[in-house]
T-cell receptor
Framework: DGGITQSPKYLFRKEGQNVTLSCEQN?????MYWYRQDPGQGLRLIYY???????QKGDIAEGYSVSREKKESFPLTVTSAQKNPTAFYLC?????????????FGDGTRLSIL | QQQVKQSPQSLIVQKGGISIINCAYE??????FPWYQQFPGKGPALLIA?????SEKKEGRFTISFNKSAKQFSLHIMDSQPGDSATYFC?????????FGTGTSLTVIP
C-alpha cells in the first residue's frame, strides 16, 4: 500500500527542547515538502526538497531544520528557536519538484507545547 | 502576502444543492491548479486539478472552472451530500512550489 507515513500523530515539546517529526514515503517520489497548518491560515511551506541531499527554505523556515539523506525520508526538526511551534504539521511528496504534479499528503503530526 | 485568495471562509449548503468556492491569483507563472479536500485530523487529499490551457474540467460531481484572463478559478460541487462536509483548499503551483488558499469549511445540511 503506497503512501506517506508521518509519525508520531501527536507530539509534545517542552521549553528549550528540539523535537523531530518523521516523514517516510514509498511512492518513489523525488520531491518532498513540509507544511505548517494553523487555523484560518491554510498551509504554509516550511522546507522542500526536490532531490536527495538538497533542500530549500520555504516561507517560514526560521526555527526549523531538515535533512534529505534518503529518497524516502524527509525528517523535520522543530528547534527551540521556534517560539510558537504549536500547529498541525503536514508532509507531502510529488513525483517531480519541477513540474506541476499533484502532491500527496500524510495524515499529519499535531505538535503542542507542554 | 497571500498568493492565492480563497472565498468564502465558510459555506452552508442544503443536501442536493450546489457548493461553489472561488479562488483568485496574481502570478501568471502558475501552471497547475489543484483542489484538495481535508477531513478533521487528516491530511489533504487531491480532489481535482486543472492546467491553464483548459477552461473547465469535470470529474463526477466536481467541476473546476478556470478563467485565465480574470486569474480566477472555482470549484463547483453538484448535488452536495453530507459526506462532502469538509475543508476545501485551492492551490496554485509554479516550478514545483505550491501556494495554498486559506480554506473553506463546507457544511452540507441533510
Amino acid at each position: 500500500d503506497g503512501g506517506i507515513t508521518q509519525s508520531p500523530k501527536y507530539l509534545f515539546r517542552k521549553e528549550g527542547q528540539n523535537v523531530t517529526l518523521s516523514c517516510e514515503q514509498n511512492l518513489n517520489h523525488d520531491a518532498m515538502y513540509w507544511y505548517r497548518q494553523d487555523p484560518g491560515q491554510g498551509l504554509r511551506l516550511i522546507y522542500y526538497s526536490q532531490i536527495v541531499n538538497d533542500f530549500q527554505k520555504g516561507d517560514i523556515a526560521e526555527g526549523y531544520s531538515v535533512s534529505r539523506e534518503k529518497k524516502e525520508s524527509f525528517p523535520l526538526t522543530v528547534t527551540s528557536a521556534q517560539k510558537n511551534p504549536t500547529a498541525f504539521y503536514l508532509c507531502a511528496s510529488s513525483i517531480s519538484g519541477s513540474l506541476g504534479q499533484p502532491q500527496h499528503f500524510g495524515d499529519g503530526t499535531r505538535l503542542s507545547i507542554l | 502576502q497571500q498568493q492565492v485568495k480563497q472565498s468564502p471562509q465558510s459555506l452552508i449548503v442544503q443536501k442536493g444543492g450546489i457548493s461553489i468556492i472561488n479562488c483568485a491569483y496574481e502570478n501568471t507563472a502558475f501552471d497547475y491548479f489543484p483542489w484538495y479536500q481535508q477531513f478533521p485530523g487528516k491530511g489533504p487529499a487531491l480532489l481535482i486539478a486543472i492546467r491553464p490551457d483548459v477552461s473547465e474540467k469535470k470529474e463526477g460531481r466536481f467541476t473546476i472552472s478556470f478563467n485565465k484572463s480574470a486569474k480566477q478559478f472555482s470549484l463547483h460541487i453538484m448535488d452536495s451530500q453530507p459526506g462532502d462536509s469538509a475543508t476545501y483548499f485551492c492551490a496554485a503551483s509554479t516550478s514545483g512550489q505550491f501556494y495554498f488558499g486559506t480554506g473553506t469549511s463546507l457544511t452540507v445540511i441533510p
